[in-house]
């Protein structure tokens, strides 16, 4: 028979109380601390220097806190994604302030783009165009540029007038890759800079010459030239906007063989790239959305410098069966459900793309699922979404309203999960064109698309984007 020693076991026990109750202190003094610190939205020296000796010795007591931050570095990204109005005195918490000097405006002009500027000018292509001047703001200012094998800066005043008239001086050929280098590589840190293409990938006019399916056959090759272009992007920090336009094209087309052929059709798509840091693309599709003329048919955010938004605050909007957990991030129920839960989801989408800051986006996108505990597989849920409404447009909070099924509640699965899924979707795709030698039947696809976009993707390292929003709601009894 096994004796056990009570006094041994009781002394661990005590131990594990005491360091429990410790790592509780040590939370307490750090919940205090930053309680006191945001108070009035400015940090001052003092608080802060209390804050990080409190985070200091939580660390080094082992204890990990709640909010999940260990350095100060990650308390500074934690107050800034919790407390959005915080622009606190100390050097630390000063915001960055995003500047905008200067839009460049580049304009391919190479001999295939002459059908979308005929003489006489073409509206639905200018007015987009002429739109950009002021998706920098009033302060920025304006530079003018044709490209193609060479580089001709334009005054920006005849520049527009140019471009509404249809007198843009035409060159010759123009790889797109490397129209894309030079872009990028010329983009300032605080510029933003547009090319306006008909984005199709092409070889050399020699290339093609010897191997008339060259563009079809090198498809890969293409890609590739593209995706170490972007390469370059990455490691600048730039982030890439692609927004695809609809127009009248009059004049002659080049298919992917350079033979070419007069058509006159009302929907050619022609593209406008903008390249800068998530900042200022955030300006600029802020600006783009109040511009009458600048409405274009799809768009791509393509960049790395945003975070998953995981953290969310819990609201018992109706019902006393449960209580919100914001700690534990649950709702935890003291009886068996006898009624359908109302539940308000807070969240802050402050560090989001503009465009994803919109309720119709959220309800279009966010997606609710739940793990059967039978079978293990995922159950979609969305239909528990019940409303979104934007609770504070400067800080853009949002509350997602859940009305949870009382029979679901009943079988007390042990979480919802919320998500929204990458914002790229495969219009890209939709409008993609293996071969364009038959052009009249395809007017509005783009030969290769797929192909360039892809290479952007894998260049900037986001063919696989994360779900800009994925939180998890724990159901406890």
């Not at 843009?168 to 030079?182: M, N, Q, T, W, Y």
């Not at 900042?279 to 048919?297: C, G, H, S, T």
């Not at 919109?358 to 409303?387: A, Q, V, Y």
């Amino acid at each position: 028979m096994i004796k056990y020693n009570t006094r041994f076991f009781s002394g661990i026990l005590l131990i594990l109380f005491f360091f429990a109750g410790c790592s509780n202190h040590y939370q307490e003094d750090f919940d205090k601390a930053l309680n006191r610190a945001v108070k009035n939205n400015d940090v001052k020296e003092a608080q802060w220097k209390s804050l990080l000796k409190i985070l200091d010795t939580a660390v080094d007591n082992g204890v990990t806190l709640t909010q999940d931050v260990s350095t100060k570095e990650e308390l500074i990204q934690y107050i800034w994604e919790h407390y959005p109005d915080i622009n606190g005195s100390v050097t630390d918490l000063v915001r960055k302030v995003t500047r905008l000097d200067t839009l460049n405006i580049y304009l391919e002009n190479s001999v295939s783009m002459k059908g979308y500027f005929p003489k006489g000018g073409n509206l639905k292509f200018a007015e987009p165009i002429i739109g950009l001047y002021n998706l920098g703001g009033e302060s920025a200012a304006i530079q003018t540029l044709l490209v193609g094998n060479d580089i001709l800066k334009k005054d920006p005043k005849q520049f527009r007038s140019e471009i509404s008239n249809g007198d843009i001086a035409v060159g010759k050929e123009s790889p797109l890759a490397d129209i894309f280098s030079r872009i990028i590589n010329d983009t300032e840190e605080n510029e933003v800079s547009f090319l306006i293409t008909d984005a199709i990938m092409s070889g050399s006019n020699k290339d093609i010459a010897n191997n008339r399916e060259y563009n079809y056959v090198h498809r890969a090759e293409l890609r590739q030239e593209i995706r170490e272009t972007f390469q370059q992007a990455r490691k600048k920090n730039l982030s890439v906007l692609v927004y695809r336009f609809e127009c009248p094209f009059k004049g002659i087309y080049y298919d992917y063989k350079n033979a070419h052929k007069e058509i006159s059709v009302s929907n050619r798509p022609y593209f406008i790239f903008a390249f800068g840091n998530q900042q200022q693309l955030n300006i600029v599709m802020e600006n783009a959305r109040k511009e009458p003329d600048f409405r274009p048919d799809d768009m791509m955010f393509v960049g790395q410098n945003y975070k998953t938004v995981d953290t969310y605050k819990i609201k018992a909007i109706k019902g006393s069966e449960y209580t919100p957990n914001n700690v534990g991030k649950a709702i935890e129920y003291k009886s068996v459900a006898t009624h359908d839960a109302e539940i308000g989801i807070n969240v802050n989408l402050g560090n989001l793309p503009s465009y994803m800051q919109k309720i119709e986006f959220i309800k279009n996108n966010l997606r609710l699922t739940t793990i059967d505990t039978s079978t293990k597989k995922e159950i979609d849920c969305t239909n528990f979404l019940d409303d979104v409404e934007e609770t504070d447009s400067k800080t853009k909070e949002f509350i997602f309203r859940l009305l949870i099924d009382k029979n679901f509640l009943l079988n007390l699965p042990q979480a919802i999960t919320l998500r929204i899924g990458s914002e790229q979707d495969s219009w890209y795709k939709t409008y993609s064109l293996e071969k364009d030698d038959d052009i009249l039947a395809n007017d509005n696809k783009t030969f290769s698309l797929d192909y360039l976009i892809e290479g952007i993707l894998l260049g900037m390292e986001t063919e696989k984007l994360p779900d800009i929003l994925n939180i998890k709601l724990n159901i406890k009894k």
